[in-house]
């Protein structure tokens, strides 16, 4: 018998903490393009009994995509996620959304997104151990995108993955000139109008990563936890590469 859910349907998420070992079920119901939770379930979290299901074993894997902006980070994403069942985490998408909803961490976060400026850490860090906290019940890990973005960020996120005594598995980096770059991200800012994709700001927003955030490749470097690649050509063979290294150092 198949049930048509009215409307927009219904369902029932279900996600793992992975920092407290629980499940969660959370039913929604749609109607258009509303989305109600039912908040009486929403906080029915199961402890697993005796030390768990096995969920603590879960492997959990976190791999960071790294590179300049425009290097094409998230292009590759979408499909390095899609593939290996991560749970895609873009700093730069969850803060253009608060930006956008005009909610309180979007309006702080606007003048530096605006500036080119990195939003200052323990924002950043905030909002990342939100986005770690749980993942779905068919998800395997994280996909970083756009994080770490200084050694504080860094440092940051492998003392709460040592916390369930994992640590990021891989680093990717990027590789793409500076003058592709920047061809790249005008056409982008024309396309999508995205508001700090125009030539002032991405030359403030290349001197930043190259000042602050190119550290962060040093940092995992010296844990043998970095590959570069190069983002030059075409998507499909970037990703192939990409797909090789992580086989290769998630084994
Ligand atoms: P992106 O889409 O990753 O290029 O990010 C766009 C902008 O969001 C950046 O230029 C920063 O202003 C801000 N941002 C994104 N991720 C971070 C981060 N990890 N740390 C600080 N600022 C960030």
Not at 2 to 20: A, E, H, L, M, N
Not at 77 to 94: E, P, V
Not at 229 to 238: P, T, Y
Request: contains cysteine; hydrophobic residues 40%.
């Amino acid at each position: 018998m198949v049930f048509k859910p009215p409307f927009g349907g219904w369902g029932i998420d279900v996600s793992y903490s992975i920092f407290q070992n629980t499940w969660s079920l959370s039913p929604h119901l749609g109607v258009g393009v509303l989305m109600f939770r039912i908040l009486f379930f929403k906080y029915l979290v199961f402890k697993p009994p005796f030390g768990g299901w096995g969920s603590q074993n879960l492997i959990i894997m976190t791999i960071i995509l790294f590179g300049p902006p425009g290097c094409g980070k998230g292009t590759q994403s979408a499909l390095i996620a899609d593939k290996y069942k991560l749970k895609h985490i873009s700093t730069g998408d969850i803060l253009r959304n608060e930006m956008e909803l005009k909610t309180e961490l979007g309006l702080a976060a606007k003048s530096y997104v605006a500036g080119g400026k990195l939003v200052p850490d323990d924002v950043i860090i905030d909002m990342l151990m939100q986005a770690i906290k749980t993942i779905e019940i068919n998800q395997n890990g994280f996909l970083l995108d756009g994080f770490p973005r200084t050694i504080a960020q860094a440092e940051a996120l492998e003392m709460k993955l040592a916390e369930r005594n994992k640590q990021t598995n891989l680093l990717i980096d990027m590789q793409v000139n500076e003058e592709e770059l920047v061809k790249r991200m005008l056409i982008r800012g024309e396309l999508t109008g995205r508001t700090d994709d125009n030539a002032e700001t991405i030359k403030k927003r290349l001197q930043v990563y190259s000042e602050l955030t190119y550290p962060v490749k040093t940092y995992y470097q010296n844990l043998n936890k970095c590959v570069s690649i190069n983002g030059l050509g075409e998507i499909n063979e970037i990703f192939k590469t990409i797909c090789t290294e992580i086989d290769k150092h998630t084994k």
